[in-house]
């Protein structure tokens, strides 16, 4: 009878203790998805020079493809395994809560509004919203930074942080043009029917960089973005490996890199990285 009970113990045991693992792993956390799948969707943009662009050839060249590609190796997903898909900023959120992407780095901003239907980690990079304007226009007399858009036409993306900035700052004053691209907004602007493009000023850099003849960057950045990782709401568990990811990149070395090879060349200050918060 007492080996009998022992042994009733025994399998009442394993079964807890099944149990018991079964709810430490978060079956719907991009952990568990790279784990058991050893691939991820990962939300980015194709027209970000500097941050995140589409070459010819098809490849993702970037500080923010750099972020990925590391984030996605330490939670055990090689480059190959990868599926890159674009995301524009109005629909971010959505992605991520249909699961359309597993996680979003995208230059997307940490905001209170949007934390309350994305989990983010970082933060790990910093810039402000600055303006881009045609070089024939930044004569002083002309547009030299958000202080003389007065009756202008602005454009920036759709559903940006960018595009809230401008609506609170400006109001009917100035004149909102919404594309769903940065990219469809620059050349919007190289045509004249636009006065100028704002969204982050690493962002813009990258255009100056491939078009100094074209274009130019006008006053002072007018506000601080701190870019983070958007994963699915409530995905503590993804948020700490991401948060450890980015540690890690930082401590070696790569983060600083990245930043020296893709940003440094279009005039971006290489700063000391934020402080990442959370586990």
Known sequence: MRRLRCLVNVAL???????????????????????????????????????????????????????????????GVAEE?????????????????????DLVVAAYSITDERSREVTFA?????????LLVRRTSADPADISGPDSLAGRTVCTSTGSTSAHNVKQRFGDSVK???????????????????????????ILAGYVAQHPELM??????WSTESYGIGLRKGDLDGQ????AALRKMIDSGSWRASLERHLAPSGVEVSDPPEIEGP
């Open 13 to 75: 045991a394993g079964i807890l203790l099944a149990a018991c693992s079964a709810t430490t792993a978060e079956p719907g956390s991009i952990v568990a998805r790279a784990s058991d799948t050893e691939s991820l969707t990962i939300g980015i943009r194709f027209d970000q020079p500097g941050l995140s662009e589409r070459t010819i050839d098809g490849r993702l060249v970037g500080f923010d493809a750099d972020v990925a590609r590391f984030v996605a190796a330490e939670l």
């Open 216 to 221: 130019t960057l006008a006053g002072d950045r």
């Open 240 to 243: 700490a490996a991401v948060n």
């Open 176 to 202: 909102l043009a919404e594309y769903p691209r940065v990219s469809e907004c620059v050349t919007a602007l190289i045509a004249g029917r636009v006065d100028a493009v704002t969204t982050d000023g690493a």
């Open 81 to 101: 395994n990868i599926v890159w898909r674009e995301t524009i900023p109005s629909a971010r959120e959505d992605a991520l809560r249909s699961g359309a992407v």
């Open 122 to 130: 970082g933060p790990y990079f910093e810039t402000g919203q600055g």
